[in-house]
């Protein structure tokens, strides 16, 4: 339904920006918001945010 349609505007979205710009949205965002809100949207974001330093520490903070 309405989220499902909101995932699908985020995605194509994403598929437009550069991967600086992402990173400086990334940078605005804390931890949690990046792992609940972000994760697992598309593809192209889950390896971003897994390539992402910031979230590197904390894969390793929290045993990921």
């Known amino acids: 339904g309405f989220f499902y349609i909101h995932l699908i505007i985020l ?36 390896k971003i945010i897994h390539s992402y330093r910031s979230f590197q520490v904390i894969k390793i903070t929290i045993g990921f």
Request: with cysteine; charged share 20%.
């Open 11 to 46: 995605e194509m979205s994403l598929h437009g920006l550069s991967l600086d710009i992402i990173y400086c949205i990334l940078d605005n965002l804390d931890e949690r918001q990046i792992l609940l809100s972000l994760s697992n949207v598309c593809s192209r974001l889950n």
